[in-house]
């Protein structure tokens, strides 16, 4: 039987989740540095520094939440608001 908290406990497993979706956008700009066109070769570096940063906010959140870390916790709180003012700034201007 389930209880209330099986939908936060999914929620709070999200840096899981996040690490998994770095690794695949790391391994997505491996694959485009493979090809020869022009475009892809172009799009590699960001799109591997995407997955890094990624990564990195992922393990923030991850250790925050696993050692019981508050300032990791109110950094990884900090840098997905910039995210999202950043996603919501690039929705307006684009």
Same mark, same amino acid.
């Given at each position: 039987? #389930? ?6 406990? @999914?929620?709070?497993? %999200? ?5 998994? =979706? ?5 391994? %997505?700009?491996?694959?485009m ?9 172009? *799009? #590699?570096?960001?799109?591997?520094? *995407?997955? @890094?940063?990624?990564?990195?906010v992922?393990?923030?959140? %991850? =250790? ?6 508050t300032?990791? =916790?109110?950094?990884? *709180? ?5 995210? =999202?003012? @950043? ?6 201007? @684009?």
């Amino acid at each position: 039987m #389930t209880n209330g908290t099986d939908g936060l406990r @999914a929620w709070a497993d %999200f840096p899981q989740h996040g690490k998994i =979706l770095a690794i695949a956008v790391i391994c %997505f700009g491996i694959w485009m540095s493979t090809h020869h066109d022009a475009c892809r070769r172009t *799009l #590699t570096v960001p799109v591997m520094g *995407l997955g @890094a940063l990624i990564l990195l906010v992922s393990l923030i959140g %991850f =250790l925050g939440a696993w050692k019981n870390i508050t300032i990791l =916790l109110w950094v990884y *709180l900090m840098i997905l608001c910039l995210i =999202l003012v @950043a996603i919501m700034v690039f929705t307006v201007l @684009a």
